[in-house]
């Protein structure tokens, strides 16, 4: 972590040395090397109070605080030899412990303290979420006509969806320090160590890509990285509480091992004027699924020496087959995107009122700790981009306004209510046959594309919780970039806090039953904030 001086001087220094990393570089026999990137400073400022405890007992709050003031240094570099590309992207990320997170720190170890948390991580919340890394590093080239590799860390991605995947599968996402709020998903998807293979197949018109990871990769890299620590993205009402000493991850499970090797293929053709892809992944579920030490899924948990650990989260491997398909409809007059992805035995925590009598009659309850079942699940989308042409006049836009409308659905083919599935590990709502999300996008252009006002927002169909994200972006020259935002929560549902002996309690974990109301939109109740977003890019 950086105090101010030490931020400002990072800033600057970095501002300084824009001037001379803007270049590419030419030679006479065909070879060429080019550095691009940015320099991005981040602030975000709570919009609502907290309602968990501090480390005094009292009340976090936070409405109005900053919870957020990053900086970002991002260098990718480009060299072609003719023969070969070769391809580096470094990210360095500085956060400032603003008073906002040096509060929720301090609930963390308050926390440890109160319940005799002994074999505690070494670093912090912050510690997670900064640092520097060689983001992507690979090496593209062809064999013969039809063949072209690329080798090293690197993304693919797969899919037709926005908001949530269903293809996009292979990696991980780090949402720890945005959530899944930021606008580029390459920011926050986890690159990996892959050898990727096109292969064009003319004859059939189309291409077959063939993807392997040898499972060379440090073993965070893999899977969704949630904010478990108690930080500022963590699931109401667990703001400064740190779980991973109670479910550390085990990478190295029999159910799901980060050594293993992984694979699949992708098709991809026409037909009818569609643009199709048939897809295969044999990979780790990108979610984490708890291996309680109370009703275990094969293999106890391992122990880290915590009184009170309650098991471990682990990413168990998976088989996912989908479809995806994409074209201009006239009927409609907007692009109709497709999407499905099948797959058997998927694994999911069971157990909506689980609990663990403490003596004197007191119960603590923990949703999903009774075991794990495995469903077959299909997950669906269907989208359409259209441009409202009519509007343009009446709004003033220089281009015609765009709406983008998803329906996103997950379907447990084979469940039954008798399954007692959660929906999210540690609420007691339970996950329904149907999970359905409807997504919006409405985005006008204005001054040339150099003003951009947009709002999207989630609904969930099935208990109308919705996330509203109105938005502005800027554009200054060919260097400068302005994106603001709100991210504004409206929940129905969400676990209570009250004051119990004067401290702050979640009082839905000693109530005489688990709550079964708090779906996943209702885990970011009362953590809207303002995002603003400065960059000079070269």
Known sequence: MMNKTRMAGFAAALAAGTAHADFSFDAPGGQSLSLTGYLREHMAVNLQDHPEASAKGTRLDGKGEISMLRSTF??????????????????LDREEETGYLSHLNDAVRANYAA????NRPSNNYLDDIEGDQWREWYTTFKVGNRVKATLGKQQVVWGETDFFRAMDIIHGY???????????????RKPLIMANVEIDVPELNGSLQVVVRPGWDDDQNLGNSLDLRGGRWAAQPTKGLDFIPLLPYNYDNRKGDTNDINYGFRWSSDLAGWGYTLNYWRGLNTDPVANSFFVPWGKLPVANGNALQLGELIFPKIETFGVTASNYVEAVDSVVRLEAAFTPNKPYNVGTNFGLPLGGGATLYVPGLAGVKEKDTLVTMIGIDKQLKGLSDVLGTNQFPLLSVQVFDTWLTNWKRSDDIVEVLGFGAPRREHTTYITALFALDYKHSTVNPSVAAVLDSGNADVALIPALDLKFGDHWRVHTDMDLFFVHRQKNVKSFGGTLLNEDFFSASAEDGTHLLGTFANNSQFNLRVTYQF
């Open 74 to 91: 991002r260098l990718e570099a480009k060299a072609d030899v003719k023969w070969a590309q070769f391809v580096g992207v470094y990210r």
């Open 174 to 188: 780090d949402l720890r320090w945005r959530s899944f709020l930021e606008t580029e998903n390459e920011e926050l």
């Open 115 to 118: 319940n005799f948390v002994t």
